[in-house]
């Protein structure tokens, strides 16, 4: 299996403002546990198969445009070519994060189309899922429409002023898209899962009837495919989150502390943690303990800063320090889901190959 590299999950960024902030990196596991589903067929996005608004020529709204003719931004083949542009974008997506071992639309669709077996070819080419986007409903409506607008002319012949009225005309776009990402595991045909993203976009510019250049349609349904990019990786990529704290001041203040803070504020951890901590130790300092909680977390063990700030809740009911503590703990419970998807044992090792019924799923989801 292609393993995930991943830089190191906690690290220090350090953020200069009125109180020195630390910045503690973890995994946010996926909403999705897809750990045992790395190796992972993708295949192409099927298109919509409805019927989109069509005509020769775009509708008018208003009698000021009324004979105005401009033709649509958009052919027949738009659910095609939206389609293919939405697999691209998946691909490119899924394949950034360097999570999975993905076979290609190319390769997945032909076993998919074959109608025999699809989930055992897939097998025995390593693939423990397989992945099926549609494009369940899409819409696109352009219209035109008039502002009558008027100026004050100066006639100098007859030393007079009259009005003068026109128009401006505006095409409308609207456009609406519903995208479904399924999830089937290959050896039980069973769906893992599916998700369903919505969205509508809407852009109106001005158009000159005798030169009509205007945005196309297509580019509206691009957006909105582009923008289901983040929901897409936070459903079945892990990443990379930060956890922002400050520094706890130095009250009651002790002299000694201030290259701890200082050391803090340059990027210094080691000096800072070894100080905080020396200083909590000695005199039991709940800002000094409190801190080097934090430092401890900046430096990659958790464990170790949960162990910190609960000596340091012993001592103190200070709200922040309890605050602290339970951050913490959401901090090592995310690292712990996130590790558990990243070194899952993969499907083929958990499932028998002879499992579940004999029919398909997969004419349904691709015709």
């Known amino acids: 299996m292609k393993k995930l590299i991943l830089p190191f999950l906690l690290s220090v960024l350090m953020l200069v403002s009125c109180a020195t902030e630390i910045s503690v990196r973890y995994m946010q596991p996926s909403e999705i546990n897809m750990g045992s589903y790395r190796n992972l067929a993708v295949a192409s996005v099927v298109p919509y198969r409805g019927s989109v608004r069509t005509s020769d020529w ?24 939206v389609a293919r542009y ?18 290609p639309p190319s390769s997945t669709d032909p076993i998919l189309r074959s109608g025999w077996d699809q989930s055992r070819q897939l097998r025995n080419l390593g693939y423990d899922a397989v992945m099926i986007p549609r494009i369940d409903a899409m819409d696109i409506d352009e219209h035109i429409y008039s502002i009558q607008r ?18 401006d005309y505006y095409v409308k776009q609207v456009a609406t898209i519903t995208y479904t990402v399924t999830v089937i595991d290959t050896h039980t045909d069973k769906i893992i899962a599916t998700r369903s993203f919505t ?113 340091v809740m012993k001592v103190t009911g200070d709200s922040k320090v309890s605050r602290l503590a339970a951050d913490l703990r959401r901090v090592e419970s995310n690292n712990e889901e996130a590790e558990r998807q990243l070194t899952a044992v993969p499907a083929s090792e958990m499932i028998p190959d002879e499992v579940g019924p004999d029919y398909s799923i997969y004419d349904y989801l691709t015709r």
């Open 58 to 81: 775009l509708r008018t709204i208003d009698a000021g445009a009324f004979g105005i003719r401009i033709r649509p931004s958009y052919s027949r083949d738009i659910t095609g070519s």
């Open 86 to 103: 939405a697999t691209d974008r998946l691909v490119s997506t899924l394949s950034s994060t360097g999570y999975y071992n993905i076979l």
């Open 150 to 167: 008027s100026s004050t002319e100066y006639d100098a012949y007859d030393h007079s002023y009259y009005t003068v009225y026109y128009y």
């Open 199 to 311: 969205d509508s976009r809407t852009h109106t510019e001005s158009v000159d009837p005798d030169f009509p250049r205007f945005d196309k349609a297509e580019t509206l349904f691009q957006r909105m495919i582009r923008g289901f990019d983040t929901g897409l990786i936070r459903l079945f990529v892990p990443t990379v989150r930060s956890y922002d704290v400050a520094l706890m001041d130095n009250k009651p203040e002790i002299k000694e502390l201030k290259p701890a803070y200082d050391a803090a504020k340059d990027g210094n951890i080691q000096y800072a943690l070894d100080s905080f901590l020396s200083e909590w130790k000695t005199s039991g300092h709940v800002p000094s303990g409190y801190n080097a909680a934090i430092l401890t977390a900046a430096t990659g063990d958790v464990p170790g800063a949960i162990a910190i700030v609960d000596e």
